[in-house]
């Protein structure tokens, strides 16, 4: 029996818990190719605001895209570091240095 699930009300980090404590008995299969798999990734990781999470909150998340793209933990970790780095940051507190600085 194939099931399709619309995951796309899952927004928050709460609602991530929800769903994995919900699952805990059933065993999941991705579809699709990694180029799916690797632009839903990109899709939940925008839609829980990834960047903005603590620590123990992104370990929540991980465990939910781990469970639900057939990923491993290190693979999970090189695609995260990926997409995250590819998304827009806040501008850093940094500024440039002076010019009497540059030789």
């Not at 609602?15 to 899709?43: K, T």
Request: hydrophobic share 35%; charged share 25%; proline share 4%.
């Amino acid at each position: 029996m194939v099931i399709n699930m619309n995951e796309a009300q899952v927004r928050t980090v709460e609602q991530v818990r929800e769903v994995l404590s919900g699952i805990q008995g059933l065993e999941f299969r991705p579809s699709g190719d990694d180029a799916r798999r690797y632009g839903w990734i990109g899709a939940v990781l925008k839609r829980v605001g990834y960047r903005q999470l603590e620590r123990a909150e992104r370990g929540v998340v991980r465990a939910y895209l781990k469970h639900f793209s057939g990923y491993s933990r290190a693979q999970l970790t090189l695609a995260t570091f990926g997409i995250t780095a590819s998304m827009p940051q806040t501008p850093s507190r940094q500024s440039t240095p002076c010019s009497k600085l540059l030789r």
